[in-house]
Structure formats: structure tokens, C-alpha cells
């Protein structure tokens, strides 16, 4: 039972280079997020699925797009990479909505550099 | 909008003291509050919940409604404690969207 587990760990990539951080889980949560853990910024909500089939923004979603390609996976997509994204990304999931005794289970972390 | 706040970036204590994170929080509804803690090199992972009023590992939070706050206690700090925490909430109800705060890494002293 690995959980939530995300690849790559690490990825350098130059100003407009493209790439896909992917996450899956297996614990047949219904919800998934993405996060991004800046230095003093705490973490940021950038997309959540509620379930299998839905996608919506978080609190910092420009940037990025999602696409929750089954139950168990989420991938978050970086089109244009821009320094600003520069960040440690954490993918997590849920069974039910955080507030129903369904804590979030996260992954280990991408750490992105942008060049 | 809904927001939280750790007032401390850096709390250094000795073993054996108590140590309180402070926690403060901005939501006119009845939120769902969480202590997250993340371990050197271990995930992130949920510590306590408040409307579970348990103890974990000797820490407990009490939300306090009227300042709003939700501050995590230990009346004995251990050196094991040395880790970030993160306060976090969520609104009631079917909300997806759990805000976090910028953390407080607490470190314990021998």
C-alpha cells in the first residue's frame, strides 16, 4: 500500500518548457488536490477533484491545468513554465470532504526549478 | 474568504517545557479546523481535528470561537516534536477547499 505517490521527484525545467507532475493514489479515495509549498507562503490550493470525472480551481490555479484521468490519478500540467512556479508540488487525496473525519493524505513532493 | 494565520514562522523551546503554536483564523461561518505536521523527511500528515478534542502525541487544540483562534498545546515539549506545523480550515460542510496557514517550524532543544 503505497498511498499517494507522485513522479518525478525533482525536475528542472528552462522558461517555456512544458511537462506533467503525475500522482496516484490507492486507497480508492474519491478526492484529489494539488498543492504548491512556497517559503513562507504555506500551501496553495491550485486544483482539486471531488470525484472522478470533476476538476475545479483553487486558490492559485493560473498557470496549471488538471486532469483526473481515472480514480486514481490527477496530473497537474504546466504549459509555459514561468519562474514563478518555481516550487515544491504536493499531491494529496481524500476519501470525503476534509471536514467529514476525512483527513488529506499527501505525497512526497515534486521540487520544480525554473530556469 | 477564509484564512488562517501562525502568527510565528520560528518557535525554538527546551525539552521538558511547554510550547504553544498559535493559530488564528478568518471565516464568518463555523469552520472545520486541522493541525497538520510534517516530519524531516516524512509526508505531511493530519495531527489533530478539533471536533475530535482528542489528544495526540500529548497535543491538543481548543477552538475558542470567540477569539477565534485554535492554538496547538503540549505541556511537555519532546525533542521527537521538532517538525513544521501547519493550521488549516476548511468550511463546513461538502468544501473542498482546505486552507492552509504559512506553517510554524517548531524546534526542541535538549
Known amino acids: 500500500n503505497a498511498g499517494v505517490t507522485q513522479t518525478p521527484k525533482f525536475q528542472v525545467l528552462k522558461t517555456g518548457q512544458s511537462m506533467t507532475l503525475q500522482c496516484a493514489q490507492d486507497?480508492?479515495?474519491?478526492?484529489m488536490y494539488w498543492y504548491r509549498q512556497d517559503p513562507g507562503m504555506g500551501l496553495r490550493l491550485i486544483y482539486y477533484s471531488a470525484s472522478e470525472g470533476t476538476t475545479d480551481k483553487g486558490e492559485v490555479p493560473n498557470g496549471y491545468n488538471v486532469s483526473r484521468l481515472n480514480k486514481r490519478e490527477f496530473s497537474l500540467r504546466l504549459e509555459s513554465a514561468a519562474p514563478s512556479q518555481t516550487s515544491v508540488y504536493f499531491c494529496a487525496s481524500s476519501y470525503a470532504p476534509p471536514g467529514y473525519n476525512s483527513p488529506l493524505h499527501f505525497g512526497n513532493g515534486t521540487r520544480l526549478t525554473v530556469t | 474568504a477564509q484564512r488562517v494565520t501562525q502568527p510565528e514562522k520560528l518557535l525554538s523551546v527546551f525539552k521538558g517545557a511547554p510550547v504553544e503554536l498559535k493559530c488564528n483564523y478568518s471565516?464568518?461561518?463555523?469552520?472545520?479546523l486541522f493541525w497538520y505536521v510534517q516530519y524531516s523527511r516524512q509526508r505531511l500528515q493530519l495531527l489533530l481535528r478539533h471536533i475530535s478534542r482528542e489528544s495526540i502525541k500529548g497535543f491538543t487544540a481548543d477552538l475558542n470561537k470567540g477569539e477565534t483562534s485554535f492554538h496547538l498545546k503540549k505541556p511537555f515539549a519532546q525533542e521527537e516534536d521538532s517538525a513544521m506545523y501547519y493550521c488549516a480550515l476548511v468550511a463546513g460542510g461538502s468544501n473542498y477547499k482546505l486552507t492552509f496557514g504559512k506553517g510554524t517550524l517548531l524546534t526542541v532543544n535538549p
Open positions: 486507497m480508492n479515495h474519491n478526492s
Open positions: 471565516y464568518s461561518g463555523s469552520p472545520e
